[in-house]
């Protein structure tokens, strides 16, 4: 394909894993590419606990869960690999070359010598509202994240959900919506207390309304979104007519794509070997959550270790006659050189 990024290997997912993968590899002089659906690199760090301390990665006593992301990122930036973030990897298909074309749902194409896949639980879908026909207003009424806010303001707006994205949207948008509804199955909300406490004086101010309830149903005219009906926990129907409806009840992983390029999986997980963390093709690598082996236990110390062997099954599946030995990364004028540190 001629408008594809020629790489030596592509890494499928920006979590902890795949971020030490691209250590692993520079190491040993070879190049990657990181591709992640999500915004951003740091994998169920950065999206599900990022303020939560981790206790067992070797000799940080405690690190922020977002830290060890940044840390990550900082340990990799004298291999300069290219993130990719926003591209979920649809499609990896090997050719009769024993080299693969990779492509994203946002359209890039990657001709790669090898892949890691360190997808972890999957790509991280949001969970949806839940009610018959929202699908169809996906993108035009119904949302689940806030690219541009300003295109908000001034409308008629309900958010569904009690975490912190939740209440933090109807805290920045109390004041410049037309008229703003917050709904939450329960009174008691998962959200940092702060924020619970400023909703509840915007509520008192008149500024927001709260209701304790669930989505029932969309509100039509003419096939035309008109807002939601909500259902009360005390019983009642509110129909609400909005503009807008947000829903953050968090996101839940999919396998996806991964599923359908071919690999042997045990319990939605790629199977491996614990030499080169191989999966069941050979040239496609796998690292992380997303694999198991006899003894897997999904942790990030685990993950990296996997990384490392992975690296050298790489570099052997690329330059086979290329000999193999280990050298220290305190001692290496070679690794000194990749990592850009002066003899
Ligand atoms: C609340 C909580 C606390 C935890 N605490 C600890 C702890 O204390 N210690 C510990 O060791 N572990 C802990 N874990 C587990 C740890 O977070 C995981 O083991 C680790 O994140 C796995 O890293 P990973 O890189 O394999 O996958 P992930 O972190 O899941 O990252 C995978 C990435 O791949 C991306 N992806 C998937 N499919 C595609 C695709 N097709 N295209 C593009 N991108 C894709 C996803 O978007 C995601 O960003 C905890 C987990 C949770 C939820």
Redesign the pocket.
Known sequence: MSNAIVTEVVI???????LFQVFELGLLGIKAHL????AHAG???SE??PE?P???IPALPVCGAQELIDRLQQQIKPFGAEQHYG???TVVRKRDDGRFDVETAGGLVFDAGAIVI???????QPKRLGVDGAEAFEGTNVFYKVRNAAQYHGQRLVIFGGGDSALDWALDFAGKAKSLTLVHRRAEFRAAPASVARMRELEAAGQLTFIEGVAESLMLEDGRFAGVNVKATAGTTHALPADSVFAFFGLHPKL???AEWGLELEKRALKVDTEKFQTSVPGIFAV???NTYPGKK????S?FHEAALAAFGIQHYLYPSKRQFLQYTTTSPVMHQRLGIPD
């Open positions: 499928v997912g920006a979590g902890p894993c795949g591709v992640d659906s999500l994998g169920q760090c599900l606990y939560k981790i206790y067992d591209h979920e990897v360190a997808g972890g639980v999957g790509s991280f996806g794509p991964i992380g959550d997303i999904k942790l990030i110390l993950g």
